[in-house]
């Protein structure tokens, strides 16, 4: 069977480039519009299987987009996607029989498996291409695992766009080097690479290093007195711990990403700059916005590709590969051969819960081959102190049901929900596919979800 290119519909460029680079590495053709109007004509002209359809557009809602496109293209498997996700409007468009209704920022491995799920029909899989799921790690970051795996075709997709990549993840999991890979895969890599911690000095200080002072437009002035944003002009600006940005220089990016002019402090003359913006934090955004410290309308700004760095104890093996790998590179500063890492060594990598993530590894791998000698790394040779100090703490993600206790401490509505939020977080926070394991209708599930006050899916909080 041929497939028809799946017609992407949203008015937001950023979106439109976005999602086609992201089903174009999952080997899916697409067509772009940006208004009803255009929509409309493209799917006369391909009449395609599935669309997916912003819900706000400049010239209609995308509900009345669906209907009308029905009227010509009956077969049509419409997937909504939206900013602003409320019960209603997910129910509203079950009804109208759409396929998936997904949240932005959306997560590149749940928009391809929303498609393939709407190509399948729910009964044959048609799986595409996944070439970019195997390929290897990217930017010197090492790691197999499935977590890290999709995460290198996140990065390759969001490379060739110039949405904004927001990155969380806890110290030391690879945010800054994640952030340095995109923008070398990225048609601007030759354009400068410019990070900013944001938490580090006073807010008058950070302000000026951000966006420069008056004088920096003079042409005869130090090049240090531009600020970071100039200097990122034609590549990437990383600002490292948004989260600590300081509320007059929230206000002053916001107005940056709004109009891509910069106001240097004293200036009148606004300047055009033209940067990708990456952003990381390894406290949870939500929380910051939640606790007011972080402007709502940045965030979503800014939060159009989400790329979460897991823990170093959630990558499995990928602790023995990195540990090998950086057991050799000390070995060979040290210029010693290099030792190999016995199985309890191994066995106590795996098990330890790296509070300091690759960061720690690295400290008491490098402590490991500079002290000892042997060919061979053994568990007495690390450092004991530390692991006693950090043990693996409790899992707290997975929730576990004994039967007796459940029954005992809790009610009925408590355990429904309990199990529901379960097989939501299981399936990736997809409701129809959380429905599907559920046995029962997606609409059941939005329907809890509303009883609740919960959204029906957003971005996770780590
Ligand atoms: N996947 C990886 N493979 C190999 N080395 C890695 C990987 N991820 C991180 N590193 C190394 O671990 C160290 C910490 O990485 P990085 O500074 O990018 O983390 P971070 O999350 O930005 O940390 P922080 O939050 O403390 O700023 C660096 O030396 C980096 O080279």
């Known amino acids: 069977m041929t497939h028809t290119p799946i017609l992407i519909i949203d008015d937001n460029q950023s979106h439109l480039t976005l999602y086609s680079a992201i089903l174009n590495d999952a080997g899916f053709s697409t067509v772009t519009a940006a208004t009803v109007k255009e929509a409309l004509e493209v799917n006369r002209q391909t009449s395609p299987q599935i669309a997916l ?38 129910v509203e468009a079950m009804r109208m029989g759409v396929s998936d209704f997904l949240v932005k920022p959306i997560n590149p491995q749940i928009l391809v498996d929303a498609i393939i799920n709407a190509r399948s ?15 290897p790690p990217l930017g010197g970051l090492l790691g197999s695992s499935a977590e890290m795996k999709q995460i290198y075709a996140t990065m390759r997709a969001v490379s060739g766009s110039d949405a904004s990549v927001f990155i969380t993840g806890e110290n030391g999991t ?11 895969l ?29 004088s920096a437009v003079e042409p005869h002035v130090q090049k240090s007195n531009i600020g970071a944003l100039q200097k990122a002009d034609g590549g990437t600006l990383f600002l490292d711990e948004i989260c600590d940005l300081d509320a007059v220089s929230q206000a002053q990016l916001l107005e940056f990403l709004k109009t891509s002019n910069v106001t240097p402090n004293d200036s009148a003359e606004p300047i ?25 309308d940045l965030y979503y700004r800014l939060f159009v590709v989400p790329i979460h760095l897991p823990p170093l104890r959630d990558r499995g093996l990928d602790v ?15 210029n010693k051969p290099t030792p190999a890492l016995s199985k309890d060594t191994k066995a106590l990598l ?15 791998l490098w402590n490991c081959v500079v002290v000892n000698t042997g060919p061979m790394i053994e568990e007495h040779h690390l450092p004991k102190s530390l692991l006693d100090t950090f043990p693996r703490p409790q899992e707290t993600t997975t929730p576990s049901f004994s039967l007796g206790d459940v029954v005992a401490s809790k009610s009925l509505l408590e355990i429904e929900r309990e199990i529901i939020e379960f097989a939501i977080n299981r399936a990736g926070g997809s409701i129809p596919k959380a429905s599907k394991a559920l046995d029962v209708s997606p609409s059941t599930i939005y329907r809890k979800l509303e009883t609740w006050g919960r959204p029906a899916r957003g971005p996770r909080r780590q």
Request: hydrophobic share 40%; net charge neutral; charged share 20%.
């Open 186 to 214: 990225s048609p601007d890599t030759d354009g400068p690479f410019v990070a900013v911690h944001c938490g580090s000095r006073s807010a008058a200080a950070l302000g000026a290093e951000l966006f420069g002072r008056g």
């Open 350 to 364: 795996l098990s330890y819960a790296w509070p300091g993530n690759i960061h720690e590894l690295m400290n008491v």
């Open 320 to 334: 023995i590969e990195i540990a090998e790998a950086m057991v050799a590179r000390y070995a060979a500063k040290e």
């Open 272 to 296: 055009p700059v033209k940067t990708r913006i990456i952003c990381a934090s390894s406290k949870s955004p939500l929380d910051c916005i939640s606790a007011g410290k972080l402007r709502a």
């Open 121 to 135: 029909g729910g009964s044959q899989t048609l799986r595409p291409n996944l070439g970019p799921l195997d390929a």
């Open 53 to 90: 359809v912003d819900l706000m557009l400049p010239d209609g809602s995308g509900h009345d987009l669906i209907s009308q496109l029905y009227e010509t293209n009956p077969n049509l498997k419409p997937i909504v996607t939206t900013a602003y996700a409320s019960i209603d409007r997910a």
């Open 174 to 184: 690879g945010k800054t080097m994640c952030a340095k890979a995109i923008h070398a």
